[in-house]
């Protein structure tokens, strides 16, 4: 699994040994502090002769000049640091830590010509290095070699960030570090094979929460039959793996606050049922629980931090498989709202999950608002592709608070349409509404679906399938995990709902 550097800060102070980062503003322009490493002289030279321009994120490693202790040098492009937004910091971290290699004593100098870093910007370089530090090799049994001898290299690189006010950085990276716990754990979810993790052990793992604090709650099948969750466990009946509803209740608010909530798709695997999915690609499916895996993630990293809020996060968990007890397309279930469903497509099953999870949500909870995470469609990669995930909402205030938090995060978010015809389009004369509505505007038509079961609270439903697996790598991610959405959600809570 990933070696994940140990990081601490400091002050500046000479840099004598072990490799040295130093950060580039545009044209190749550095700060006295990182001219004091090798001298403005020498910096020139490296600078014109390997055509460094400083452009954000963009990296240069060299080994150590003559005449001093060092190892290696390495020089990281900011761009214009007036200009720099959102995940800059993150980028710039992420490819900082790309160009170190197996270098064990690491000190950054973060320092820009004519620029103020703050203990945020120099917590979120430290987090784009944690997140860029990940990987998922827990199954590899063979690592590297020594002589013909099985041997693994187990110690981390030691990193200083020497920064101007170096107190105040360590406290942001408190909360950063969290952040990030929650990102790895979403990742660590969505990259599990479907034979390790299924519902019972997805659960397992969201039980260890307790020890963070979090109030864990499981639903088995016999706990959802006498609710009446008939829309969820028809997806389940298929798989000789159990449905599991996990209920998670954080309480960092006053006791009289209403929570706010967070509810997720969690099928650990879909075949698509008896409609079955081509093989091509049907192992991708391991990650069809993404939108539960960041509400997992999400909850880690609010109790990590101990934000002062009361969150709850609520995930259906099922495998969508087949057998004699499979369901059918054509067979009409209730759900636990009493709304019948006529099932004519048992692909589209992730509607079916959230439609009883949002409605206990919002039974039990009386939520602020409701917001629900799923990798639902395939729809809605054609719409807006893998670099942004769809957003719908009926709350204008809750899309817009939404979509500035991708902004901010660099998990961006694009807004969908809702409205009155496509909810005809999934009307039908056999039950009170059919899973699917026809081939064109399929996500808009899920949303729509959703929509029926969260009566007047304010919702969100994002649609994930193009961004939380499988999604471009970026300075910050090389994971076919993403971890889409715990970073964005955390992000909304302290801009608008932390006490």
Not at 461 to 476: C, I, Q, S
């Amino acid at each position: 699994m990933s070696k994940r550097p140990s990081i601490s800060f400091a002050k500046f102070a000479p840099v004598e040994s072990g490799t040295a980062v130093l950060l580039a503003a545009a044209e190749g322009k550095f700060a006295a502090e990182a001219e004091s490493v090798v001298g403005p002289a020498l910096l020139s030279r490296i600078i014109d002769v390997s055509e460094f321009k400083g452009k954000i994120a963009a990296g240069f490693s060299t080994i150590a000049p003559a005449g001093t202790e060092l190892e290696r040098l390495v020089l990281v492009g900011c761009g214009d640091p007036a200009k720099l937004k959102g995940d800059d910091w993150l980028k710039i971290g992420g490819a900082a830590l790309s160009k170190i290699g197996v270098a064990k004593h690491v000190t950054v100098l973060l320092a820009l010509p004519d620029a103020q870093i703050s203990a945020e910007n120099a917590a979120d370089f430290a987090l784009g290095m944690l997140l860029r530090s990940y990987t998922f090799d827990k199954y590899k049994t063979k690592r590297g070699k020594d002589n013909g001898e099985e041997k693994e290299d187990k110690s981390p690189a030691r990193i200083t960030i020497q920064v101007a006010d170096a107190g105040a950085a360590k406290k942001a990276y408190v909360s950063a570090e969290a952040v990030a716990e929650g990102v790895i754990l979403a990742r660590d979810l969505v990259n599990e094979p479907a034979n390790i993790l299924g519902p019972v052990e997805f659960a397992e793992r969201v039980e260890e929460l307790k020890k963070l604090d979090v109030k864990v709650e499981i639903l088995t099948e016999k706990d959802m039959k006498k609710l009446g969750m008939g829309s969820l466990l028809g997806v389940a009946q298929g798989s000789a793996r159990p449905a599991r509803l996990a209920i998670m209740e954080w309480h960092g608010g006053k006791g009289k606050d209403k929570p706010i909530a967070f509810v997720g798709k969690g099928v650990t695997f879909d075949s698509g049922g008896v409609s079955i999915k081509p093989a091509a690609g049907m192992d991708e499916m391991k990650g069809d629980m993404g939108g539960a895996a960041a509400v997992t993630g999400l909850m880690h990293a609010l109790a990590s931090r101990k934000a002062k809020v009361n969150v709850v996060g609520i995930i259906g968990i099922v495998e969508n498989m087949i057998n004699g007890d499979a369901q059918r397309p054509g067979d009409i279930v209730t759900s636990m709202s009493g709304q019948t469903i006529e099932v004519l497509n048992t692909d589209a099953e992730g509607r079916l999950v959230l439609a009883d999870a949002l409605y206990y949500c919002n039974e039990r909870f009386n939520p602020k608002f409701m917001v629900n995470l799923a990798t639902l469609t395939g729809a809605i990669m054609v719409a807006l592709g893998v670099y942004r995930a769809g957003l719908f909402s009926n709350d204008d205030t809750l899309a817009e608070q939404l979509f500035d938090a991708g902004q901010s995060t660099g998990e961006k978010l694009w807004r969908m349409p809702l409205g009155e015809e496509y909810d005809k389009l999934i009307d039908t004369k056999n039950a009170d509404m059919k899973n699917i509505g026809g081939r064109h505007g399929g996500a808009i038509i899920a949303a729509q679906f959703l929509k029926r079961f969260v009566g007047e609270t304010p919702w969100a439903h994002l649609d994930v399938a193009g961004t939380a697996m499988g999604a471009p790598a970026t300075e910050y991610s090389q994971s076919w995990a993403s971890g889409f959405g715990v970073r964005l959600l955390d992000r909304l809570i302290r801009d608008h709902f932390e006490g």
